[in-house]
C-alpha cells in the first residue's frame, strides 16, 4: 500500500520513478516486515504525500500526467482520485484478511 501510494505519487509529481523505487517494487512482495514497520512506513509516505497534495494550486488540477512504463495518460486530479481508491481497497484486504486471521484464532 505504501509502495504503491508513493509511485503513484511519483507520477503525480510529474516525475519518473526512481532506480530504488523500482528496486523496491521487486521486493515488495517479499515477507519479513512487521506490522508496526508497515504501518511506519505508510504514515510516512502518506504524510509526505499529503503535504504534496495540499500544495497543489487548484488550477493544476487538470494538467496531464502520465504513468507507468506505457505513459497511460491521466490528470493531477485522476491521479489524486487513484491514489485514494487505491489505498482504500488495500485497507479493506487488510481488514478482511485480519478479520479471517482472528475468526481463524477462535475457532470459527
Known amino acids: 500500500m505504501a509502495g ?3 509511485r503513484l505519487g511519483t507520477y503525480l509529481m510529474d516525475e519518473p520513478l ?3 523505487q523500482l ?3 521487486k521486493r515488495e512482495a517479499e515477507p519479513g516486515a512487521s506490522a508496526g514497520q508497515l504501518l511506519a512506513e505508510w504514515e ?3 504524510q509526505r504525500l499529503e503535504r504534496y497534495v495540499r500544495a497543489i494550486d487548484p488550477e493544476a488540477l487538470r494538467l496531464e ?3 507507468g512504463r506505457l505513459g ?3 490528470t493531477v486530479i485522476g491521479l489524486i482520485v487513484r491514489i485514494s481508491e487505491h489505498s482504500q481497497r488495500h485497507l479493506g484486504q487488510a481488514i478482511t484478511t485480519l478479520k479471517l486471521v482472528r475468526a481463524m484464532r477462535n475457532g470459527g
Open 4 to 6: 504503491a501510494a508513493e
Open 44 to 46: 510516512a509516505r502518506v
Open 72 to 74: 497511460l495518460p491521466t
Open 65 to 67: 500526467r502520465r504513468v
Open 23 to 25: 528496486e523496491a517494487l
Open 18 to 20: 526512481s532506480p530504488a
